[in-house]
């Protein structure tokens, strides 16, 4: 449910990544474990064209926390729903992060806006990595390795002159280059096949050299480890 309102849900596609032909030249891949399900432009009825990747990228994250949760608090009521981009807004100003002009308005967030949502709904820390240039990523592939191995969950990436905030749900190392899983947010319309998602380049591996290379990125990575493959 997004925000209290209406169910768009069963509307949505869920692990698009998954048939996603990996590189040529991998030697090792590890990505995401656990279900989630692919918010992208429009996909609930309101258009946030231009400015609403980060908000949708979270809703992906909060979809994967929910499932995690779902059913393991011994008859607890379900986590609360994934947030509209209004209730975002809401409890960003809630929580004092930003001014109450902020709300309805269609300004941007990031990796460390998502990471106060994730906490102040879901109660699920998250560790920010910050990488000074892109050519900075490569030197972090470990750390995200390590992630995806112990906790399995989705990443956000926001950054500078690379406003296109998005998902990654993996990574491979290849033998000539290395890459991250791309679940883009930047879709508009309605997602009859993941093969046409996948096909159109909404979801791919990015190589690292194709991430701006001279600005920073920041990546939210949640601190919740899978229990549900």
């Known amino acids: 449910m997004v925000g209290g309102g209406r169910d768009y849900s069963a509307r949505l596609q869920s692990n698009v990544h998954l048939g996603l032909a990996t590189p040529e030249d991998a030697e090792e891949t590890v990505t995401v474990r656990g279900d989630y399900l692919y918010y992208h432009y429009g996909c609930d009825g309101f258009d946030d ?9 979270l809703m992906t994250l909060c ?4 499932g995690q949760r779902e059913g393991q608090q011994g008859g607890a009521p379900s986590p609360l729903p994934v947030p509209s981009n209004t209730r ?10 930003k001014e109450t002009s902020f709300i309805g308005s269609r300004q941007w967030i990031g990796s ?3 990471s106060y949502i994730l906490d102040s709904l879901y109660d699920v820390p998250c560790k920010i990595l910050h990488m000074g240039q892109g050519k900075d990523i490569k030197a972090q592939l470990g750390a995200l390795q390590e992630h995806f191995r112990v906790k399995g969950a989705p990443v956000m990436m926001g950054g500078e002159t690379d ?13 000539s280059e290395s890459y991250l899983l791309v679940v883009d947010p930047h879709f508009w319309g309605e997602v009859r096949e993941v093969e046409a998602l996948q096909g159109s380049g909404w979801v791919k591996w990015q190589p690292l050299s194709d991430f701006h290379q001279s600005t920073f990125y920041n990546m939210c990575l949640p601190q ?4 549900r493959d």
Request: charged fraction near 20%; hydrophobic fraction near 40%.
């Open 163 to 175: 406003v296109s905030s998005k998902g990654v749900m993996g990574v491979c190392r290849g033998a």
């Open 49 to 57: 064209r231009g400015w609403g990747c980060g908000y949708r990228t």
């Open 224 to 227: 919740l480890s899978a229990t």
């Open 88 to 97: 975002i807004q809401e409890l960003l100003v809630e929580m004092g992060d």
């Open 63 to 66: 979809s994967w926390v929910r």
């Open 112 to 114: 460390v806006e998502v």
